[in-house]
């Protein structure tokens, strides 16, 4: 069953976060963003991860504890940044 929750991701009580986000190291808008925000060491952890492995992390899950002791799950399912994203607006 599948139970649709309007409101803030971030403002969840369950102790793991799934996004999907790309294979470049960027974080620059939406949820990403939000998260990159929030928990500075889980972009810097997974900013090092694409760097380290780019786009053979295509269809792989990746979670890195954040500040708080939940767990970011990162959904890698994009290799191309948007366009915006490129132009550098954010």
Not at 21 to 31: A, R
Not at 43 to 62: I, N, P, T, V
Request: aromatic share 10%; with cysteine.
């Amino acid at each position: 069953m599948i139970k649709i929750v309007e409101g803030n991701l971030l403002d969840a009580t369950e102790d793991i976060i799934g996004h999907q986000t790309n294979t470049k190291g960027v974080w620059g808008s939406g949820v990403a963003k939000a998260i990159k925000d929030k928990y500075p060491n889980t972009y810097a952890a997974y900013r090092d991860l694409c760097h380290e492995y780019g786009d053979k992390l295509l269809g792989s899950c990746w979670t890195i504890k954040a500040s708080d002791n939940r767990f970011i799950a990162n959904l890698f399912g994009q290799t191309k940044l948007w366009e915006r994203q490129k132009q550098g607006i954010h």
